[in-house]
C-alpha cells in the first residue's frame, strides 16, 4: 500500500535516532480510555479526543493494546484481522486521524502485536480445521493426533485447563487436537512454518506504512516450543507467564531469536527509529537481555523490576542486575510498575499476601490493604523509577492514583481466567475499569450516556482528573511534575550512582545533578549528609517536615544538588 505520512511523520521520525532509550511511554487500554459514541466501549476517536491530557503529562509516546478485528473473547488479544480495525473501535481511518493528531503533539504510537496465537475465528484457522491432518493449512498451527489418553502432552493453559482443544472430523468422530497456551478460541501458531513468518513481516508493513512508530510484542518468548513438546509440570507457585527460573518448554525457546532479527530488519527498512519492545517473563535478567542484543529488540519490559515488593534492598539488587544486564548488550534497561496485566501498583505494593501475577484480587482476598497506605507506596515508588536511567512505561490511570477494583460484581467479570477457572483466580479486569475523567458525571466522564463495559467504583470522583488538576497535590500534578523534571534534567538518558552509608530501609542515588532519596520504612529515617544544603525539588507526598534532617516514612524526595 501506499505509505500513509503526513509531514509531523516525517518530523518526529526524523529527530532524535536513539529516543526509545530514554523514553517515557504511555500505555493506553483502549476499550476503558475514553468512550467517544456513548457504547460504553473506548474507541479510537476518544483516544483522539483525548491526546492533550497525555501530551501534557510530558511523555514520548503512547502504546495502545489491541484495537484489532476480534470476536472479543480476550479483551482484542483474539485476533481475526491483524490489518484492520474492529468496529467496536472504529475504522482504519480513525487510527490514521490519531496517529496524526499524536506526531502533531509530538507523541509516537506504538500498538500492541499478537504474533503467539490468533483467534480460532481467524480464516486461516477456520481453513484449518476444514482440512485434512498433515495438510499445509493444518501446518500454520499446532495440530497431534489425539491419543487415548485424552491430550498429546500434560500442559496446561495459563488461562486455567489443558492446552489442547480436540477437533471433530466432518463425520463426528474425534479428530485432532491442537495447541492454545491461553483460551482454546487462541490457537497457537506454528513459527516454524514460512507462511506464518512472511504474514506477520507484511503486518508490520502495512502498520509501519501507515506511521506506526513501533510494536510492543506480547508474549515475545512464546512462539517457539521445545521439540517434541515433552511432558513438563511447572511449579505450582510460579507465576503463569513465565517469570521463574525453571523455563517451560513453551517459554523462552531459543528459536524465538531468529524471528525478532528478522523483524529488526524489516524495521530498520523505514525512516527513524521504529521500535519493537518485547513482553518476556523470563528469568533471570542475563536471558531476558538476549531479547534486546544489538540486532534483535530495542526494549524489553523490567519484568522483575515490576514484581519487586516494597523493600529496600530488593530493589536495589534488582536496579543493579538490571544496568548490569542490559548493559552488557548495549541496550536501556526498562522500568515498570503496572499493566493490563497485574494488579495495580497503587493497591497491590500493600498486598501482604501473595498475589500470583495474572490471578487478580477481589472481595475474597485476605487481608486487602488500605487505600491510603497502597497510594501512598505507589507515589513513592513512581517517584524513584521515573528517576532511573533508562526508558519508563506508564499504566493508564496510575498518573491518577487508581487502585484495583477489587469491589467488581462476579456477574460483571470478563477474564478468561475467571470463566476457565469457574471463579477460582479473579483475573485482571480489576487493573482494566475504564478511566474516571469528569467528577461527577455519567461514568466519570468516561461516556456521556453512563455507559461502561465494566461497573467503575463508586466514590470514584476524588479520582477523576478534572478533580486533580487544580490540586497541587494531586497524584496526576505529582507525576506532571515529576516527568517534566525527568526531561529537565535528562535523567533518562543520565547515570546511576549510589549514595552509600544509609539506613536499611533508605535508598539514595544521584543521577546527574539530582540527588534522590526514597525510604521505605513506615517511619521517618536520617537523611544523607549530601542532601544538607540541596534544593528539594519534589516529594511523593507529605509536607516538609519539622525535622528536616529526616525523610518522612514511605516517602522518595529529588533535590537539585549545588
Known sequence: MTSIRSAADSLLQSEDSQWWRSSVIYQIYPRSFADSNGDGMGDLRGITQRLESIAQLSVDAIWLSPFFTSPQKDAGYDVSDYCDVDPLFGTLEDYDAMVAKAHALGLRVIIDLVPNHCSDQHPWFQEALKAAPGSPER?????????????????????????????????G????????????SQPDFNWHNEEVRAMFRDVLRFWLDRGTDGFRVDVAHGLIKAEGLPDF??????????????????????????????????MD?????????????????????????????????????????????????????????????????????SNHDVVRHATRLALTDEN???????????????????????RASSALMLALPGG??????????????????????????????????????GCRVPLPWESGKPAFGFSATGESWLPQPEGWDSYARDAQVDDQSSTLNLYRR???????????????????????????????????????????????????????????QGEISAEPEMIPGETTLWFQLP
Open 269 to 337: 527498512e523505514y525512516d527513524g527509529e521504529r521500535v519493537l519492545c518485547a513482553e518476556a517473563w523470563v528469568n533471570p535478567l542475563s536471558l531476558m537481555a538476549k531479547w534486546v542484543r544489538e540486532d534483535e529488540m530495542h526494549q524489553a519490559f523490567n519484568f522483575p523490576y515490576l514484581s519487586c515488593d516494597f523493600d529496600a534492598q530488593q530493589i536495589r539488587e534488582t536496579i543493579d542486575q538490571s544496568l548490569e544486564e542490559f548493559g552488557k548488550v548495549g541496550a536501556p534497561s526498562t522500568w515498570v510498575l
Open 392 to 429: 519508563a512505561y506508564i499504566y493508564q490511570g496510575e498518573e491518577l492514583g487508581l487502585p484495583e477494583a477489587v469491589e467488581l460484581p462476579d456477574e460483571a467479570r470478563q477474564d478468561p481466567t475467571w470463566l476457565r477457572t469457574n471463579g477460582e483466580r479473579y483475573g485482571r479486569d
Open 173 to 184: 468422530s474425534a479428530g485432532q487436537s491442537y495447541l492454545h497456551i491461553f483460551d482454546s
Open 233 to 266: 509440570t511447572p511449579d505450582p507457585s510460579g507465576a503463569s507467564m513465565g517469570g521463574t527460573d525453571e523455563l517451560a518448554p513453551w517459554w523462552g525457546q531459543d528459536g524465538v531469536h531468529e524471528i525478532y532479527r528478522d523483524w529488526r530488519k524489516v
Open 356 to 378: 500470583p501475577q495474572g490471578e487478580g484480587i477481589g472481595l475474597n482476598t485476605p487481608n486487602l490493604p488500605e487505600a491510603a497506605v497502597g497510594l501512598r507506596r505507589a
Open 139 to 171: 501446518d500454520r498451527f499446532i495440530f497431534k493426533d489425539t491419543p487415548a489418553t485424552g491430550r498429546p502432552n500434560n500442559w496446561d493453559s495459563v488461562f486455567g485447563g489443558p492446552m489442547w482443544t480436540e477437533t471433530r472430523n466432518p463425520d
Open 482 to 540: 515529576l516527568l517534566q523534571l525527568r526531561q529537565d534534567h535528562a535523567l533518562g538518558t543520565g547515570t546511576l550512582d549510589w549514595v552509600e552509608g544509609t539506613a536499611d530501609d533508605v535508598l539514595a542515588f544521584t543521577n546527574g545533578t539530582v540527588l534522590v532519596v526514597a525510604n521505605y520504612a513506615a517511619t521517618a529515617q536520617p537523611l544523607p549528609a549530601c542532601a544538607q544544603g540541596a534544593t528539594e525539588l519534589v516529594r511523593s
